[in-house]
């Protein structure tokens, strides 16, 4: 028997605020992108941008994107796992983006964005729920979610101004959390 819980969405509604009112507020002050964002050179003069950077966007497509992407994997994510794992794995997802592209990136070059944590929900789900179909905004037929990943994962190392680092990170968090989360539960129900 199949039993149903309500599913609390207000930590991922929360997420999804914070991002867009600091996108506002960078639209009316675009200045604080270089204090919120991670620039490696200046990490340690500015150590809180190893988590700010998480919360900032450069455009209205990197905000779309990435909050639908969100939306998505993360409400999916509390319906598997709870709010408690999603949001760890959304933030150390984010960490471990964030210290990989102050590893790897150019020192000068400025890091923004909740890939780092979108990737890292949606590597665990792809080791939880691998064959769950998807849609990816310019593909029009469901795909199997790991195929999916590869591919969102491939596409960062081909076009500039992407910080695939971030990227790269978050996912390789994801995937040890979703072989953690599998371990520990072995049946998903969706």
Not at 92 to 103: D, Q
Not at 137 to 142: A, H, R, T
């Amino acid at each position: 028997m199949r039993t149903y819980r309500t599913v609390n969405l207000n930590v991922l509604w929360f997420l999804i605020a914070l991002n867009v009112v600091i996108f506002v507020i960078t639209l009316v002050r675009p200045e604080l992108i270089y204090s919120l964002g991670l620039t490696p050179a200046l990490l340690p003069q500015q150590p809180w941008t190893i988590i700010s950077s998480m919360f900032v966007h450069g455009s209205i497509w990197h905000i779309l994107f990435n909050m639908i992407a969100l939306y998505f994997l993360g409400s999916f994510f509390i319906r598997a796992v709870g709010e408690r794992s999603f949001l760890a794995v959304f933030f150390l997802g984010g960490l471990a983006g964030n210290i990989l592209f102050a590893l790897l990136a150019s020192p000068f070059s400025t890091g923004i964005g909740a890939s780092g944590g979108i990737f890292a929900l949606a590597g665990a789900l792809a080791v939880i729920v691998p064959r769950v179909p998807v849609f990816i905004f310019f593909i029009p037929i469901p795909m199997p979610l790991w195929i999916a990943v590869i591919i969102l994962l491939v596409l960062s190392f081909l076009f500039s101004g992407i910080a695939w680092q971030a990227h790269l990170g978050g996912l390789l968090l994801g995937l040890v959390a979703g072989l953690i989360f599998r371990r520990r539960r072995r049946t998903y129900y969706f």
